[in-house]
């Protein structure tokens, strides 16, 4: 289970609405936004998804910490 670190919300948005980022990687936005504010975890294939469309070159670890197995 991964879990966003709340600390990088607005620098992971750096301007883009959650919506848009939802219908990139193929979420709902009200899924993208309780994964974003901490209170639902997500797989790892999602967490690389929302990683790799706020920046291509970050890794899952800069935005998101695992937790249990």
């Known amino acids: 289970m991964y879990y966003f670190k709340e600390t990088e919300k607005a620098r992971a948005l ?38 790799k469309c706020l920046c291509q070159e970050s890794e899952i670890e800069e935005y998101f910490y695992k937790k249990g197995e």
């Not at 990687?25 to 797989?43: E, M, Q, Y």
């Open 14 to 51: 750096s301007g883009r609405t959650i919506t848009y980022v939802a219908k990139k990687i193929g979420v709902t936005a009200p899924f993208l936004t309780s994964v974003l504010n901490g209170k639902r975890h997500c797989s790892k294939l999602t967490a690389y998804c929302i990683t």
